[in-house]
C-alpha cells in the first residue's frame, strides 16, 4: 500500500507557468523526498526535507512541509518543456525504516 | 562517483521461467533497495539489504527474493515466473539518510 498520496494525479500547464503538486501521507516521518521519474525510466531525487524544516529550495523547486497537516507540497517555478515527468513524494528510510512511496503527479509542460 | 548500474536492462522470458537481475550501487554506500513498478500498482517496495543481511522486506510472495554479496552488489530473483510479473524492476542505492539514487531499471516482459 502506498504511504503517500499526490494530488493532482495529472496536470497539465504551459511553459513558464509554475506547476504545484501536493502530497499527503499518515505516519509521522522523519524526512520526506521528493523525486522525479521520466517515462519508463529510474527515479531521480530532486530534494530533502527534515520534519523540521518548513520549507527549502532548490533552483526552481519549492519544497514545503507541514507536519501538522501530515502534507507537503513541490512547486516548480518557471516550467520547461523537460520539467514534463511523473512526480513522486517518498517518505521514510534510514536505518530501519523502508522508504514509501506516494501515487505520483504526472505533470506535462506544454512548449 | 558511477551511478547504480543494473543489468540486464530488458528480458524477455516465459510463464514458468526464473529470472536473475542484478544491481551494482554507488560505491561506499551498504543498502540497496529493490521495486517493482507497474502502470497498476505504481511503486512498490519489494526488499532491501544492508551489510548482506535483509534488513526490511515488502507484500510479495516468497517467489521473490534476493541477496546481497560482500562488495554490495545484489541481486533479485523471481521463480515461476506469472504474466503479471511484467515490470519495471528499479534498484536504489541508499544513503544513511534514507536518499535513494535509482538505476535505470530493468524491464522484464513475461509471455
Known amino acids: 500500500s502506498q504511504q503517500g498520496e499526490e494530488d493532482p494525479q495529472a496536470l497539465s500547464i504551459q511553459e513558464g507557468e509554475n506547476a504545484t503538486m501536493n502530497c499527503s501521507y499518515k505516519?509521522?516521518?522523519?524526512?520526506l523526498q521528493w523525486y522525479r521519474q521520466n517515462s519508463g525510466r529510474g527515479l531521480v531525487h530532486l530534494i530533502l526535507?527534515?520534519?523540521?524544516?518548513r520549507e527549502k529550495h532548490s533552483g526552481r523547486l519549492r519544497v514545503t512541509l507541514d507536519t501538522s497537516k501530515k502534507s507537503s507540497s513541490l512547486l516548480i517555478t518557471a516550467s520547461r518543456a523537460a520539467d514534463t515527468a511523473s512526480y513522486f513524494c517518498?517518505?521514510?528510510?534510514?536505518?530501519?525504516?523502508?522508504?514509501?512511496f506516494g501515487t505520483g503527479t504526472k505533470l506535462q509542460v506544454i512548449p | 562517483k558511477a551511478g547504480v548500474t543494473q543489468t540486464p536492462r530488458y528480458l524477455i522470458k516465459t510463464r514458468g521461467q526464473q529470472v536473475t537481475l542484478s544491481c551494482s550501487p554507488i560505491?561506499?554506500?551498504?543498502?540497496v533497495s529493490w521495486y517493482q513498478q507497474t502502470p497498476g500498482q505504481g511503486l512498490q517496495f519489494l526488499f532491501e539489504?544492508?551489510?548482506?543481511?535483509?534488513?526490511n522486506k515488502g507484500n510479495f510472495p516468497g517467489r521473490f527474493s534476493g541477496r546481497q554479496f560482500s562488495n554490495s552488489r545484489s541481486e533479485m530473483n523471481v521463480s515461476t515466473l506469472e504474466l503479471g510479473d511484467s515490470a519495471l524492476y528499479l534498484c536504489?542505492?541508499?544513503?544513511?539518510?534514507?536518499?535513494?539514487?535509482f538505476g535505470p531499471g530493468t524491464r522484464l516482459t513475461v509471455l
Open positions: 517518498a517518505t521514510g528510510g534510514g536505518g530501519y525504516q523502508k522508504v514509501t
Open positions: 505516519t509521522s516521518i522523519n524526512n
Open positions: 526535507i527534515r520534519s523540521n524544516e
Open positions: 560505491s561506499g554506500h551498504r543498502s
Open positions: 539489504y544492508f551489510s548482506e543481511t535483509q534488513r
Open positions: 536504489a542505492s541508499n544513503t544513511p539518510e534514507g536518499t535513494q539514487y
